[in-house]
């Protein structure tokens, strides 16, 4: 979750946390079709709260958009993947959301028959799963799944 550029943080924390954030929250924004979509609406059903903040959600597909509305002005709040709201010029990453709502996008790689360099192709997969890529996938907001 993140918030405009020098706006305080709210807590989230906790579920309870999170619930009373979401329902002070004036505005919240996030793409309605991006992987976080289908986690958020999932998460406003569990906390009991999907009709309440209904009318305060501003959803938009187009990428960064949600990260835009934030950093501009005309959402409070926006909800999205960490990596996507660390880096964004004028929002400040607040933290993720409890582990009882997290998820995760998960990646795969795999070598085509018909590879020119089949063995540069099992390298690369070798190196981005290996040991040494954590620290870079940490630095960039991500989570190795290991």
Do not use: C, H, W
């Not at 976080?36 to 958009?65: C, H, Q, W």
Request: charged residues 20%.
């Amino acid at each position: 979750m993140g918030v405009r550029a020098g706006a305080p943080k709210p807590d989230i924390n906790t579920p309870d946390a999170l619930k009373r954030t979401l329902l002070a929250a004036k505005s919240i924004s996030f793409n309605p079709t991006g992987a976080s979509a289908a986690p958020t609406y999932n998460m406003f059903a569990r906390l009991g709260i999907a009709d309440a903040v209904k009318p305060k959600l501003i959803l938009d597909a187009e990428a960064g958009r949600p990260q835009m509305n934030v950093a501009g002005g005309k959402a409070e709040l926006v909800i999205s993947l960490i990596p996507e709201i660390r880096f964004f010029p004028g929002v400040d990453l607040v933290g993720p959301i409890p582990p009882d709502f997290q998820s995760y996008v998960n990646f795969a790689g795999g070598v085509a028959t018909n590879a020119r360099d089949k063995d540069g192709a099992k390298a690369l997969i070798q190196f981005i799963t290996g040991p040494t890529i954590v620290p870079v996938l940490k630095a960039k907001g991500m989570e190795p799944n290991k």
